[in-house]
């Protein structure tokens, strides 16, 4: 009997976990055919997850081996929306499986947050990244101080890369174009701001602890007073919670002189951005806060203050984005669904950010994608594919968007970056325009070809 055939659009954690899912099958058997916008496939441990984090970024060597799976294709450069549409999907699958993040930002709303200077976290994590959208970003580094809005591990991640030694990323698969320009920043101090306490920062405490690691890095809490705080017994998540405390009482107030410095500084909101066609300083509103039905919400005291700073980065959190014709909920910005099968939708699934928002860490992803693949199996139990042949839809594919990349075509990229990589012992020197990656890809393909008609 002909396999299901699904289409799993997005190349990320949540994408590869579903096709691990549905490749495991037996009943009914299924063929997966996964799509990126990008050349690249592997989303955000690709431009997401920081580039000092190596060990986090291997989980790349688990979706290579699912993609190895015989019954899997890859189709890379491929964006639902702009190449290919939904109904097309519709009428060449059995099954639709979006996977595709949340790409966009989440908005301050305050003035000045579109001056020069002033960057979504998502837009630096990508620069430094290497992601060819992104890539041209050149953020101007001249000043001494940053302020980073925001307390979870985004916020830590863009203080660590911005405060890092010199050399430090010498041997990662950071981008050629940030460690040029990491080399010659000037910022010494980067100061990052949560709305509410230490308590209710999102921070896991590996993250906290690790910059204890940083030579030459001083680390303090501006306020050390707050880590005295007593918590309710039944704060949910206190385990974290007190660890992250006990993690950042260790630092105290710390040296305010040092080299290189990252303070935290709790119970702030940003109020404004300020500046004369650039970012010069940021406006903060001091907060006080109480606890209502469980709830601990950050209130205005009516205080403010101002700290001059070059360079603001608002890592207030990821937003997904709507892909044409599929239902979308704007107050939530995921598709809606029932574990994981799209409301309203016709044969369509979801997993991952998309499905339940921008948070947890990628293994979450798993069994997120794994209980939409059983809502999905159990579907099609007994159902006949209707999809179309395999080289149908690859025939289809090639005509709408000639410069498609395949499995064979991102191999080749792979080699060729991690080739690149090997003489300085780094994981991969990364390709960043488009242009370079089809380039390596087209010989990939044709050598690939070439030696299979031998
Ligand atoms: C800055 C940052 C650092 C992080 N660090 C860590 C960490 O250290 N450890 C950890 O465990 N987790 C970390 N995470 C969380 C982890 O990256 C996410 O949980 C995970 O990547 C979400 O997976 P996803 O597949 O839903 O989305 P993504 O990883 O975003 O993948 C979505 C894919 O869909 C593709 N796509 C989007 N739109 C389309 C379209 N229209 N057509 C075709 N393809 C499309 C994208 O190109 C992308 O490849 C981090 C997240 C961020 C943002």
Request: hydrophobic content about 40%; aromatic content about 6%.
């Amino acid at each position: 009997m002909a396999p299901v055939r699904v289409a799993v659009i997005g190349a990320g954690p949540a994408g590869y976990y579903a096709a691990e899912a549905l490749l495991a099958s037996e009943t009914p058997l299924v063929a997966v055919d996964m799509f990126d916008r990008l050349p690249t496939p592997w989303g955000l441990v690709r431009a997401g997850v920081a580039p000092d984090h190596p060990r986090i970024k291997s989980v790349s060597a688990q979706f290579a081996e699912i993609a190895s799976h015989p019954r899997y294709r890859y189709f890379g450069n491929v964006e639902l929306g702009r190449d290919i549409s939904r109904d097309e999907l519709l009428a060449r699958y059995d099954a639709v499986l979006y996977a595709v993040g949340a790409r966009s930002e989440r908005r301050l709303g305050i003035a000045g947050e579109d001056l020069p200077g002033s960057l979504a976290a998502s837009d630096f994590v990508a620069w430094y990244n290497g992601h060819p959208d992104h890539a041209a970003l050149a953020p101007d580094l001249s000043g001494t101080r940053a302020v980073v809005i925001g307390n979870g591990n985004v916020a830590l991640d863009v203080a660590r890369m911005l405060l890092l030694p010199q050399g430090e990323l010498s041997q990662t698969d950071t981008a050629d174009h940030a460690i040029a320009a990491f080399a010659t920043s000037n910022i010494r101090e980067v100061v990052i701001l949560g709305r509410r306490g230490p308590a209710e920062a999102a921070f896991t405490t590996p993250e906290i602890r690790e910059l204890a690691d940083i030579e030459g890095l001083d680390v303090g809490v501006d306020d050390p007073a707050l880590l005295e705080q007593p918590l309710p017994p039944d704060t949910p998540d206190i385990k974290r919670i007190q660890r992250n405390i006990t993690a950042l009482a260790k630092y105290g107030a710390g040296r305010v002189d040092g080299e290189r410095r990252m303070r935290f500084r709790f119970l702030r909101s940003p109020l404004e951005i300020g500046g004369n066609g650039r970012v010069e300083s940021i406006t903060l509103g001091i907060n006080r806060l109480e606890t209502e039905g469980g709830q601990t919400k950050a209130v205005d005291t009516g205080e403010r203050e101002t700290i001059a700073t070059d360079l603001v980065i608002r890592a207030v959190g990821y937003r997904g984005v709507p892909l044409p014709g599929v239902p979308f909920d704007e107050a939530s910005a995921t598709i809606p669904n029932e574990q994981g099968k799209v409301t309203g939708g016709e044969r369509e699934y979801v997993a991952g950010w998309i499905k339940r928002g921008p948070s947890g860490v990628i293994g979450t992803n798993r069994g997120d994608a794994v209980e939409t693949v059983e809502r999905l199996l159990a579907d099609f139990a007994d159902a006949d594919s209707k999809a179309a042949a395999q080289d149908e839809i690859s025939g289809w594919l090639r005509s709408r968007c000639p410069e498609m990349v395949d499995h064979a075509g991102w191999l080749g990229i792979d080699r060729h970056e991690t080739g690149l990589g090997e003489p300085s012992g780094r994981p991969r020197v990364k390709l960043v325009t488009i242009d370079a990656m089809l380039g390596v890809a087209r010989t990939a393909t044709s050598a690939d070809e070439l030696q299979t008609q031998d």
